[in-house]
């Protein structure tokens, strides 16, 4: 009982950098196929999330902990190597010294870092006005969207549901709100906000999807959410198989047991 007790209170006490998640508006419900015990990353969501990762976020956005050819490996968007070579290639990498000792830039590889668009964090604000466009690679660890212990103990703490709400939580800003910040948007679902300096990124039909799907703002940021979420946790859906595994295979261990046990006490009375 008391080692319940304590074991609630720790769990209690763990929770609470998890708490502090500002005055930001809790972020909206969203069904991911990842989530849950069973949940599992749909390949052809993943690959309509990088799409809009490359073709939007990218100019502004690093994923600097992302290699071109993780876009390849199992359990992720699964583009063909083929693919990925031509990826890359669309980016260039400053490389060398070459025999001269020069510098000199080449077409990115599969085996690259994915190119950043400002070369430091200096220059990136400089272009943004003195914003800060966050490294995406961790954005769905390192951001809660869901307030209170209970509802991250049954839901998560929805990182991906947050990038979702800001990435469509755009609004105009009620009456009653102070006057904004010029060149900042009402945007109540982002952490620091409600103002936020980043122009609403999406609006439908921005891009054209290589399968077809339409691309609906809402679309468009599911897809790039939990491409973000395959990103921050590449390994999650081996993770839960291997889980799987092991839970069937102690439960036929059970079975084995108890009918062994049954066996050897068969005949001996007790
Ligand atoms: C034109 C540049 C630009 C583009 C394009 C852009 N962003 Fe941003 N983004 C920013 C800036 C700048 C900030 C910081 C805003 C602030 O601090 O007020 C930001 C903030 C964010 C945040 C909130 C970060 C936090 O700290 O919680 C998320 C999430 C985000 N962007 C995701 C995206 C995604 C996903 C895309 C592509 C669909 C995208 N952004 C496209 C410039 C951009």
Redesign the pocket.
């Known amino acids: 009982m008391i080692k319940t007790a304590v074991t609630i209170m720790a769990l209690a006490l763990s929770s609470g950098p998890l708490l502090a998640a500002g005055k930001s508006k809790e972020a909206k419900e969203v069904e991911f196929s990842f989530e849950g015990p069973f949940g599992k990353f749909d390949k052809a969501q993943l690959q309509r999330g990088f799409q ?2 490359n073709e ?2 990218s ?3 690093a994923m600097e902990l992302m290699y071109y050819r993780n876009l390849g490996e199992p359990g992720g968007p699964g583009f063909s190597e083929e693919a990925v070579k031509a990826i890359a290639a669309e980016y260039e990498v400053e490389d060398g010294p070459d025999n001269d000792g020069e510098m000199f830039f080449r077409p990115a590889r599969a085996s690259d870092h994915f190119v950043k668009p400002f070369p430091n964090k200096q220059a990136a604000m400089s272009a ?1 006005g003195g ?4 490294d ?1 690679s961790l ?1 769905t660890k390192a ?1 809660t969207g869901y307030h209170g212990t209970f509802k991250q103990l049954s839901e998560g703490v929805g990182g991906p549901e947050y ?1 979702y709400s ?2 469509t939580g755009y609004q105009d800003a009620p009456a009653d709100a102070a006057e904004g910040p010029d060149g900042k948007y009402y945007n109540p679902y ?3 906000g409600p103002w ?4 609403p ?2 609006m439908d039909d921005l891009i054209e999807y290589a399968d077809g799907t339409p691309a609906t703002t809402s679309q468009m940021a599911q897809d ?1 959410a939990a491409f973000l979420a395959w990103s921050a946790e590449p390994k999650a859906g081996e993770r839960k198989a291997t889980g799987l595994r092991v839970m069937i295979f102690l439960i036929i261990f059970a079975i084995l047991l108890y009918a062994s046990y049954k066996r050897l006490w068969r005949n001996i009375d007790h």
């Open positions: 809009v990762y939007v976020c100019s502004c956005h943004m914003a800060y466009p966050v995406l954005i951001r990038v800001v990435l982002f952490v620091a936020i300096s980043m122009a990124p999406l790039v």
